[in-house]
């Protein structure tokens, strides 16, 4: 299959990310896309983690969609879901962007956006299974006065007023949170790499281990390896 008219999508919770044939990427809001904007092509690689009418608008777009969905065993990535599609397409993906750019190797693959998700697989590409917790947003939003995704923080930590106390209190309980698993992840897979992407990943990173991989676009990575294993 030519890669001259290929599209590779990636639908989010908050945003979609779209990278063209010649590797350029491009991202909107989910308030503010629109069908228009995607660049002219005949055949789109899809993950879908919602919105069912704009993989409709999209459909109806392209010569060819596929939509990529879950599978038990792709390539040298085996799940460990008994069934394959309560996995998340994005986690899916990911994992498979994950194994792209480090084969043969333990992997923690940590996307951190409106839901922060963890996945672990091992050496032989066996799925050993996975944590999600809320975002930022979702954990500050659990108190409606207080929703904010702000992730600067004081320069000691702390606060003097209750706002600020609220939102250094819940940026520490999640970047501790995602500590507290790469330090697990890396007691138990002493040559394992870990990954990390997502919207939120950017602004967190200087907070991990030095040693930590950042992809700005795991997901579509994994879309074009995907569609390069079956095509």
Partial sequence: MSQSNLLFI??????????????KVFSESIENFSITLLNESNI????????????????????????????????SLTLSYEDPSKLGTDRFVAMLGAIKHF??????VIDIGSAITFDVIDKNGLHQGGLIMPGIS???????KFKTSDLSVGLNGLANNTDDAWRFGTHAMMVSAINY?????Q???????????????????????ESIEFFDNLVLDGLESYSQSVG
């Fill in 10 to 23: 990636d639908i989010g919770n908050s945003a979609i990310k779209w990278r063209t044939s010649d590797s």
């Fill in 44 to 75: 789109a690689w899809v993950s879908a983690v919602a919105y069912p009418n704009i993989i409709q608008d999209m459909s109806n777009h392209f010569e060819m969609i596929n939509i990529i969905e879950p599978q038990k065993k792709f390539g």
């Fill in 103 to 108: 084969p043969d190797k333990p992997l923690l």
């Fill in 138 to 144: 979702a954990l500050r939003g659990s108190f409606e």
């Fill in 181 to 185: 698993q790469i330090e697990s992840f």
């Fill in 187 to 209: 007691s138990n897979f002493s040559n394992g790499v870990v990954s990390i992407c997502g919207g939120m990943a950017k602004e967190i990173k200087k907070e991990l281990p």
